[in-house]
């Protein structure tokens, strides 16, 4: 059973810091991860993805991925109020013995910012 | 701009109904997805479609059953409603192959069974 774990929380941050989101993996064979956000009531957006090693920014956020760890964080630089949501975790995963590929998600992890 | 509907944002229906709840998406995606969520429970895959009438259980299609006869529609069947299938649900697609190949979301039906 693949599987993607990441800390409920309610991981509390002040408005201003840095927010650093966790997730491990444990198929060794993923490639590509993806941070969706998601608020309450409303479905899952994509706000990151990354596939190599290493760091990749888009603003103030950065995804960060350690395949050898097994191990993908998303930081969101200058937290803002309206960055408070449950942000899920997303790896890609074979269905169907190769028919067909998605993604298997961690639960998510509720982050809240405070003013 | 690609985009993902649903036919319904909220939904209340009987104990023993039959409930179809459609999805529909532009952007010509081989893979579609049907989740349903619940607190403290993540999404949960319910069926998933990699072909027009293609159709794979996911990890809780106990009660439901799924219909894809054109490539852009694929549509989530609650044979007999029941009580703990109130949920939010929802429908995903996702090109196949090639990357980034990212899921993308329909807004959600919010199904409450009375």
Same mark, same amino acid.
């Given at each position: 059973?693949?599987?993607?774990?990441?800390?409920?929380?309610?991981?509390?941050?002040?408005?201003?810091?840095?927010?650093?989101?966790?997730?491990?993996?444990? =198929?060794?064979?993923?490639? !590509? %991860? %993806?941070?969706?956000?998601?608020?309450?009531?409303?479905?899952?957006?994509?706000?990151?993805?990354?596939? !190599?090693?290493? =760091?990749?920014?888009?603003?103030? %956020?950065?995804?960060?991925?350690?395949?050898?760890?097994?191990?993908?964080?998303?930081?969101?630089?200058?937290?803002?109020?309206?960055? !408070?949501?449950?942000?899920?975790?997303?790896?890609?995963?074979?269905?169907?013995?190769?028919?067909?590929?998605?993604?298997? %998600?961690?639960?998510?992890?509720?982050?809240?910012?405070?003013? | 701009?690609? #985009?993902?509907?649903?036919? @319904?944002?909220?939904?209340?229906?009987? /104990?023993? $109904?039959?409930?179809?709840?459609?999805?529909?998406?532009?952007?010509?995606?081989?893979?579609?997805?049907?989740?349903?969520?619940?607190?403290?429970l993540g999404l949960r895959l319910i069926y998933f479609s990699y072909?027009?009438?293609?159709?794979?259980?996911?990890?809780?299609? $106990?009660?439901? @059953?799924?219909?894809?006869?054109? #490539? $852009?529609?694929?549509?989530?069947?609650?044979? @007999?409603?029941?009580?703990?299938? /109130?949920?939010?649900?929802?429908?995903?697609?996702?090109? @196949?192959?090639?990357?980034?190949?990212?899921?993308?979301?329909?807004?959600?039906?919010?199904?409450?069974?009375?």
């Open positions: 059973q693949k599987e993607v774990e990441q800390n409920s929380g309610p991981l509390s941050v002040p408005e201003g810091a840095i927010a650093s989101l966790n997730c491990t993996y444990s =198929d060794r064979g993923s490639q !590509s %991860f %993806f941070w969706y956000r998601q608020y309450s009531g409303k479905s899952p957006e994509l706000i990151m993805f990354i596939y !190599s090693n290493g =760091d990749k920014e888009d603003g103030r %956020f950065t995804a960060q991925l350690n395949k050898a760890s097994q191990y993908v964080s998303l930081l969101i630089r200058d937290s803002q109020p309206s960055d !408070s949501a449950t942000y899920l975790c997303a790896v890609n995963a074979m269905y169907s013995g190769g028919g067909a590929d998605g993604l298997t %998600f961690g639960k998510g992890t509720h982050l809240i910012i405070q003013p | 701009d690609v #985009k993902v509907t649903q036919s @319904s944002r909220y939904l209340v229906k009987r /104990t023993g $109904e039959k409930v179809f709840l459609e999805c529909v998406q532009d952007m010509d995606h081989e893979n579609m997805f049907w989740y349903r969520q619940d607190p403290g072909d027009v009438k293609m159709k794979e259980k996911g990890d809780i299609p $106990e009660g439901y @059953s799924v219909s894809r006869e054109k #490539k $852009e529609r694929f549509s989530l069947i609650l044979e @007999s409603a029941s009580t703990n299938q /109130t949920s939010m649900y929802l429908c995903a697609s996702r090109t @196949s192959g090639r990357l980034p190949n990212e899921q993308f979301f329909g807004p959600g039906t919010r199904l409450t069974v009375l």
